[in-house]
């Protein structure tokens, strides 16, 4: 079973930037879809951005185009979320998950915490 872990979040003030890394424990995810959802406080979560193995993008909304930037290393078997311009509703509990088959989100990582301050 492949894990995830999410690292990199924690306070900023609006308008700063943060990077957020998951790293997978086997370099099979190489070849898997990856990406970043997020949970706000009192709200369902949401897909943010995903990127394929080959390095395709797939952004919610342009808002987030212009700001988040995802990248994936896989030699390091990590994707990465460089977020910049954060917004106070930027906050929220932010996960890694990944593909394996059937365009299933099946895989996920325990989430790490972005707080952005006014």
């Known amino acids: 079973q492949v894990h995830l872990v999410e690292s990199g979040g924690g306070l900023v003030q609006a308008g700063g930037s943060l990077r957020l890394s998951c790293t997978a424990s086997e370099d099979t995810v190489s070849s898997y879809t990856m990406g970043w959802f997020r949970r706000a406080p009192g709200k369902e979560r949401e897909f943010v951005v995903s990127?394929?193995?080959?390095?395709?993008?797939?952004y919610s909304r342009d808002s987030e185009k212009g700001r988040f930037t995802i990248s994936r290393d896989n030699a390091k078997n990590t994707v990465y979320l460089q977020m910049s311009s954060l917004k106070p509703e930027d906050t929220a509990v932010y996960y890694c998950?990944?593909?394996?088959?059937?365009?299933?989100?099946?895989?996920w990582g325990q989430g790490t915490q972005v707080t952005v301050s006014s």
């Open positions: 990127i394929t193995s080959y390095g395709g993008t797939t």
């Open positions: 998950a990944a593909v394996v088959r059937n365009g299933v989100w099946s895989i």
